[in-house]
């Protein structure tokens, strides 16, 4: 089964589907992105790129939302704070290393810094 996600104007990712290996295959049985694309763009209409799970393609796993740059053909995602920064993965990160100390942290945009967590006790269920 092979992946792909709708793009909206501005490369906004507005669903991802399931394709049949069928519907992407060449005559050899091959997976062919522009089958795959050509398939989702007969039923549906708009503009298609394929994604994967295990980030073969794309470096992230498409999701709505997700954003398509097609300069660093990627799928990013949506960035959770404006000091954050791009890395090479397409993932964004804090300007600030998150403490490696076993301590739960939330970011806290304001003072530029990862911020303990109170001790929230166990769960009873």
Not at 20 to 44: H, W
Not at 45 to 70: E, H, I, L, M, P
Not at 84 to 113: H, K, R, T
């Amino acid at each position: 089964m092979a992946h792909f996600a709708e793009l909206d104007a501005n490369n906004v990712v507005q669903r991802v589907i399931v394709v049949a290996n069928k519907d992407t295959a060449d005559a050899n049985g091959n997976e062919v992105e522009s089958i795959g694309v050509a398939f989702c763009q007969k039923l549906f209409g708009g503009t298609w790129v394929q994604t994967s799970y295990n980030g073969n393609k794309r470096k992230n796993y498409a999701g709505v939302g997700y954003t398509y740059d097609a300069d660093i053909d990627a799928f990013i995602p949506p960035k959770p704070y404006a000091s954050w920064v791009l890395n090479d993965a397409a993932q964004w990160e804090a300007p600030v290393a998150m403490p490696d100390d076993g301590q739960m942290y939330s970011w806290d945009e304001d003072s530029q810094s990862w911020v303990a967590m109170a001790d929230s006790g166990s769960l009873t269920i």
